[in-house]
């Protein structure tokens, strides 16, 4: 597996990629009238509160660099549960948060009736089957257990994974799918829905569990000993792409679209391949791209609803 970033269809040159780019971002700020004065789209805050979860070697550069080649202080709220960062935004604990996909958001903004918004790219990564037992997806047997996480979007990713390496049968071709969907008579494995960061000790327990790469660092797990997973270079896994997340209020904040942009510098995007193990692909995309791909989700979950 390579330990450098891979190039990747997603990259776009319009895309801010580097840090002069976010650099003379940062001197066009300092031109810019401060907050309350006519033209000004940068709210002036002592430090910026950014959530995360499982905070890393990425999340703590990449802040550091915030207040080097920005002049931003950045304060790093770690989370152990993704289910926290968006209503922590929301409530204005934070300025912003950066560990969720789009699909992700989409399924929270129309669960909570919220807005949140991306306001920069970072990477896809895939997501990924474990196991403690095996080492290959052909040695699992008939009737053996494998943990998923249970919020929506990645549960129905996960299962999907699962399908994709032929381990369950689904009834339908939902892009969503759930254990109900699963055709349990012609399927290899059993599936069991927990709380993402359950999925790692369910390792302990289970035959296989499919874990998000936020929680892989923490339990010391290498991500190339994946048995499988799904393809960051598929253009249809776009909806994954992974963003730094505002209010919409701040949709237009140009600090925190700088600090967001930091994420492309090749000092974060090599610390991020390091800890990827060169599995993560970055995603150079215009913000509007997403915000499109966002609004397209919401829309079909809406109308699934």
């Not at 810019?32 to 990425?58: H, K, P």
């Not at 403690?132 to 699992?140: A, H, I, K, N």
């Not at 494995?189 to 993402?196: F, H, K, Y």
């Not at 991500?223 to 799904?230: E, H, N, R, V, Y």
């Amino acid at each position: 597996m390579p330990t450098t970033a891979r190039s990747h269809p997603l990259r776009r040159r319009h895309a801010l990629t580097t840090v002069a780019a976010a650099s003379a971002l940062a001197l066009a700020l300092t031109s810019c009238a401060t907050e309350g004065d006519e033209g000004s789209t940068e709210t002036e805050r002592e430090a910026y509160r950014i959530g995360v979860v499982g905070e890393n070697e990425t999340h703590r550069l990449l802040a550091q660099l915030a207040e080097e080649e920005l002049g931003h202080e950045v304060e790093l709220v770690n989370f152990t549960d993704y289910n926290q960062p968006n209503p922590a935004l929301s409530s204005g604990d934070l300025d912003a948060n950066w560990f969720q996909h789009i699909a992700y958001l989409a399924d929270y903004n129309v669960a909570s009736g919220d807005d949140l918004t991306p306001v920069g790219p970072t990477e896809i990564v895939p997501l990924s089957l474990y196991s403690e037992e095996y080492d290959s997806v052909e040695d699992f047997q008939e009737g053996d257990e494998i943990a998923v996480p249970n919020d929506a979007v990645n549960q129905g990713r996960a299962i999907n994974v699962l399908a994709l390496a032929g381990l369950v049968e689904l009834t339908g071709d939902s892009p969503q799918p759930q254990p109900r969907d699963v055709d349990e008579d012609a399927s290899t494995v059993t599936v069991t829905p927990l709380s993402a960061e359950q999925t790692v000790n369910a390792l302990q327990s289970v035959q296989g569990s499919v874990i998000n790469n936020s929680f892989l660092n923490d339990a010391g797990i290498d991500p190339t000993s994946a048995l499988f997973g799904d393809d960051p270079e598929d253009p249809a896994a776009f909806p994954f792409v992974n963003a730094f997340v505002v209010r919409d209020e701040d949709r237009d904040d140009e600090a925190l679209a700088a600090i967001a942009a930091l994420y492309h510098d090749e000092r974060v995007l090599e610390i991020a391949s390091e800890l990827s193990e060169g599995t993560s692909v970055p995603a150079d995309v215009d913000v509007e791209e997403l915000r499109t791909a966002l609004a397209e989700y919401e829309a079909a979950i809406g109308d699934g609803a």
